[in-house]
T-cell receptor, first 111, second 115 residues
Framework: DAKTTQPNSMESNEEEPVHLPCNHS???????IHWYRQLPSQGPEYVIH???SNVNNRMASLAIAEDRKSSTLILHRATLRDAAVYYC????????????FGTGTKLQVIP | DGGITQSPKYLFRKEGQNVTLSCEQN?????MYWYRQDPGQGLRLIYY???????QKGDIAEGYSVSREKKESFPLTVTSAQKNPTAFYLC??????????????FGPGTRLLVL
């Protein structure tokens, strides 16, 4: 999988929006951008994924830059339950590709 | 409820002992995976299986073994050859046919400690 770069940690106030950035300058045209999050002492859970267009679901929004070299996961209103490590991952099209989880961004939500 | 179960939640291993971690899924997924996570680190792939009776080594397979005799089950054995087994072990499954849109579903994990 192509490499992604994320800040090690971020802070947010409760009930405010959070923008988690991810850089993927070597992304190829058919790579999908996936986000997972891992709450303390739990397994990761899927959050959202996209290819080119911005995506929304009940958990978050994914904003993808026009050149696709970066993306931003948006939590519209952070809660204490959103405190987790967030992983940004690229997945290739065509054939099986194993998933590589880096160290992600640790989000702290301040009450 | 559909999902992935891992047992036990905590496991203690003595020196020179083999231990087996259980992973069961009722999501009817073809593919299953084992990851290891060390404190403050990301996940590293140990083994994966795309279909029953077949599995491949991941990035850190040495000292581990697996079997896939049933679609629902993918047990991981940590052998005595694994010299530093203390870690958080995560099992996951996915539908194999979605390619780059594949989503992995994770179990709650097993924390292995060496006595």
């Amino acid at each position: 999988d192509a490499k992604t770069t994320q800040p090690n940690s971020m802070e947010s106030n409760e009930e405010e929006p959070v923008h988690l950035p991810c850089n993927h300058s070597t992304i190829s045209g058919t790579d999908y951008i996936h986000w997972y999050r891992q709450l303390p002492s739990q397994g990761p859970e899927y959050v959202i994924h996209g290819l080119t267009s911005n995506v929304n679901n009940r958990m978050a929004s994914l904003a993808i830059a026009e050149d696709r070299k970066s993306s931003t996961l948006i939590l519209h209103r952070a809660t204490l339950r959103d405190a987790a490590v967030y992983y940004c991952i690229l997945r290739h099209s065509g054939g099986y590709q194993k998933v590589t989880f880096g160290t992600g961004t640790k989000l702290q939500v301040i009450p | 409820d559909g999902g992935i179960t891992q047992s036990p939640k905590y496991l203690f291993r003595k020196e020179g002992q083999n231990v087996t971690l259980s992973c069961e899924q009722n999501l009817n997924h073809d593919a299953m995976y084992w990851y290891r996570q060390d404190p403050g680190q990301g996940l590293r792939l140990i083994y994966y299986s795309q279909i029953v009776n077949d599995f491949q080594k991941g990035d850190i397979a040495e000292g581990y073994s697996v079997s896939r005799e049933k679609k629902e089950s993918f047990p991981l054995t940590v052998t005595s050859a694994q010299k530093n087994p203390t870690a958080f072990y995560l099992c996951a499954s996915s539908t194999y046919d979605r390619g780059a849109q594949e989503t992995q579903y994770f179990g709650p994990g097993t924390r292995l400690l060496v006595l």
